[in-house]
């Protein structure tokens, strides 16, 4: 749990250092779980995200641009009644544990002062957003409502008391000596790690971990005096936000964490940290739970058509086994005589050799001479006409499985919004059925909207996510001398430069995207082509978003998220 009590104290000096006396500006709820407050403070705008997200529940500010929804939730509606134009009059922490609280100050629709608390319950799936009538200490709303019948100590709905959740039985580290730890950790039952989150209020077994590593030996010289240094740090507000990465995941926190690894990335703030460690997990759990569907019936299409390759193939190699089957039908028919019915095999002369030698043909035992020679002439008639078709049956089932392939890499890599693109898309070419949509859409004509990207130098640099957005950016976006990179010979996104003539590290930075935006985002030295954008043509009924092209030129380059992300911002 990177996300702990010591954390979260950490966010709400982050917070309330820039954002008391502010003015609460704008309220979106661009998702179900997560709200976004635009705030005005010391003259400069400020985003605060509050995320009551089963996974990923967090406040932070940030920097991430949110698409809204066309008509907001009634949460959201309810908090820019009872919140916008209200003034932060202080933002505070409910002693170390994961809560934050906002008191707000405003005037409500009669003129008179009304005093607000917004609250942000940390608690994983059991994570909150409440408002709160100070006066009456009356919940007016939250995110998700709460009953007795699921929690019997306290209910989370409007009209109820608002109940701080169960008070934890733990000493605060900032106000403690060594003696006070030593109390506290019995070195004879070992698991000391646990014993300090047991007993120590807002730490986590991340950081309980982590006193334990600079403590070296553990003992009660060393482990006083390491767990002292450390929230000496803390209380002071002393933070170097890092993200550390072990065996291929990433892990966050107000420092770097010597015990995982020596080598970390430190940011500026736990906003900017916070933006970086998210970037993409919650969507991409949205995504999921969007597109089950979509993604078990791309699998399904794309294994059918693997399967169909392998059967055709097979058919193939039996067509091509036509001339044997007419041989053998040709031959029974002129040794009708010599075959009885009842007989496993016959050797006959074959007078088509150039030496005359004999040649056995398999028989079936239950029919007739006649029968059996018009058996090898029905496969050899079936087997020639097969070999007119299956050939083309293979190509088209190989050009299925690419196409799948790529929608599975775009689904993926895609957005909520991207997710209805490759859905139309479907039902477009008749794969799947149209959905029941409310309302009349006849009318309503989707707008297909590019990722953009900046390089180092200003350029900017377009990118298609899905095939619409491909075929959008590249036949109707782009310009005819812009720069067009594609991963080779790997599905992947379509990336326009918009430079007749890019800097060469210009293109690198295109080329990276391209790469993380493909099926080889995990690879390194990945190939990208990139040619002039008249150099790349749709061949004429071919799938959406497929192109060939020419001219090209190959870069290598290796995915870099913390790039990607730069370039975004």
Request: a positive charge.
């Amino acid at each position: 749990m990177s996300f702990d009590g010591l954390f979260t104290r950490a966010v709400t000096n982050e917070l309330s250092t820039l954002l008391k006396g502010g003015r609460v500006n704008k309220i979106h709820q661009p998702f179900k779980n997560e709200i976004i407050m635009v705030i005005r403070a010391g003259g400069v705008n400020h985003k605060v995200l509050l995320s009551a997200h089963p996974s990923y529940a967090r406040v932070q500010l940030t920097n991430d641009q949110y698409d809204n929804p066309s008509e907001p939730p009634m949460f959201c509606m309810l908090l820019r009644k009872h919140l916008e134009g209200y003034i932060i009059e202080d933002i505070h922490q409910v002693g170390l544990d994961r809560m934050i609280v906002f008191e707000v100050k405003g005037r409500n629709e009669i003129g008179d002062l009304s005093y607000k608390q917004l609250i942000v319950e940390i608690m994983g799936r059991h994570s909150n957003i409440v408002l709160v009538d100070k006066g009456r200490n009356m919940i007016l709303d939250s995110i998700k409502h709460v009953s007795f019948a699921v929690n019997t100590h306290r209910a989370i709905q409007p009209g109820q008391e608002y109940i701080m959740p169960p008070a934890q039985d733990k000493k605060n580290p900032f106000e403690i000596d060594e003696q006070e730890i030593l109390r506290h950790i019995d070195f004879n039952a070992g698991l000391l790690d646990k014993q300090l989150v047991q007993h120590f209020a807002g730490i986590s077994p991340l950081m309980a971990k982590e006193i334990l590593y600079q403590a070296g030996l553990a003992n009660r010289s060393t482990l006083p005096k390491a767990f002292l240094a450390l929230m000496n740090d803390v209380k002071k507000h002393h933070y170097q936000p890092a993200i550390t990465t072990f065996k291929g995941k990433e892990f966050f926190y107000l420092f770097p964490l010597k015990h995982l690894s020596e080598e970390a990335r430190v940011f500026e703030s736990t906003g900017e940290l916070l933006d970086r460690y998210y970037f993409g997990k919650a969507e991409r759990d949205r995504v999921k739970q969007q597109s089950n569907d979509l993604e078990r019936f791309i699998l399904n299409e794309k294994e059918k058509n693997e399967k169909k390759i392998i059967k055709l193939e097979r058919t193939l190699v039996e067509a091509q086994n036509a001339d044997q089957y007419q041989l053998y039908g040709e031959l029974l028919t002129a040794n009708l005589y010599a075959v009885e019915k009842g007989m496993k095999e016959v050797s006959v002369l074959n007078y088509y050799s150039e030496d005359s030698s004999n040649i056995t043909i398999p028989l079936d035992a239950r029919k007739t001479p006649s029968e059996n020679a018009q058996k090898y002439f029905t496969r050899y008639q079936k087997a020639k006409n097969a070999l007119k078709i299956v050939e083309q049956q293979i190509i088209h089932a190989r050009e299925e499985v690419t196409y799948f392939e790529g929608l599975q890499q775009q689904v993926e890599a895609a957005s909520p919004k991207d997710i209805q693109e490759i859905r139309d898309e479907l039902v477009e070419g008749g794969y799947i059925r149209q959905r029941q949509k409310r309302g009349n859409k006849k009318n309503q004509v989707m707008k297909v909207v590019l990722e953009r990207y900046t390089s180092s130098d200003g350029t900017e640099i377009l990118v298609g996510k899905n095939n619409k957005q491909n075929d959008y950016l590249t036949n109707k976006a782009a310009a005819r001398d812009d720069i067009w990179l594609h991963t080779k010979d790997i599905p992947g996104s379509h990336v326009v430069i918009r430079s007749k003539e890019p800097a060469d590290k210009t293109i690198l930075e295109a080329a990276t995207i391209a790469a993380y935006y493909s099926k080889a985002r995990s690879s390194s030295s990945v190939p990208v082509d990139f040619t002039k954008v008249r150099h790349v043509k749709k061949p004429s009924g071919a799938k959406p978003g497929f192109v060939i092209y020419e001219q090209q030129q190959t870069v290598y380059v290796t995915p870099d998220e913390d790039l990607v992300l730069a370039l975004k911002n």
